[in-house]
């Protein structure tokens, strides 16, 4: 099986740029996103969690990912992204990322297939349902209960659209001894260098 490091270690390898992690609500995208950001040197996190622009806003964020994050670098310009204020209910601030500088972005819609072009490497990580669950709302709490089924119908008809794990490089599951990850029909960035 492959692990984080293994995966760290041929994103560095192949020069790889950006990398995607997505995977449904609560499993476990965030936490890996920080593990890798903390195993590549170098390398800016973010997560669509501050971009989604409300409960309502899944489309949308995939949307502005790819204009206005992806694409720009993937053209060798910088890349920006605008924080979603959860408490005003209004866009924020713009957050710049520079062409050359290391990527993590997850959150669910990093995958889809319009994007999957612009990106080195895309992890999929699957989970049980009822974990998947008892972890967003033990994370969220009382604030995501009422949005759960709004969220996961969103979740349902972006995957219905765009099949994000078939375009995934690995499907990562998590252990007790930590992720493993299983290489799928996507490609390898040694194949991108």
Do not use: N
């Not at 050359?100 to 349902?129: H, K, M």
């Amino acid at each position: 099986m492959t692990t984080v490091d293994d995966l760290v270690r041929e994103v560095i390898g192949a020069g790889a740029r950006t990398v995607v992690i997505d995977g449904r609500s609560g499993a476990g995208k965030s936490t890996l996103a920080d593990d890798f950001g903390r195993r590549w040197p170098a390398a800016t996190v973010v997560r669509l969690d501050d971009i989604y622009p409300g409960w309502d806003g899944l489309a949308w964020a995939v949307a502005h990912l790819r204009t206005e994050l992806l694409e720009p670098r993937a053209a060798g310009r910088p890349g920006r992204w605008r924080r979603w204020d959860w408490t005003t209910g209004t866009a924020a601030d713009w957050h710049r990322v520079g062409p050359d500088q290391r990527l993590v972005v997850e959150g669910v819609g990093t995958l889809a297939a319009a994007d999957r072009e612009l990106t080195d490497l895309g992890i999929w990580l699957d989970c049980p349902d009822a974990l998947r669950k008892q972890r967003a709302l033990s994370r969220d709490g009382d604030t995501y209960r009422p949005h759960w089924d709004r969220w996961a119908a969103q979740e349902d008809a972006l995957i219905a659209w765009h099949d994000p794990r078939s375009a995934a490089d690995y499907i990562g599951t998590e252990t007790p001894g930590g992720w493993t990850f299983t290489r799928a029909g996507g490609r390898t960035p040694a194949a991108l260098a």
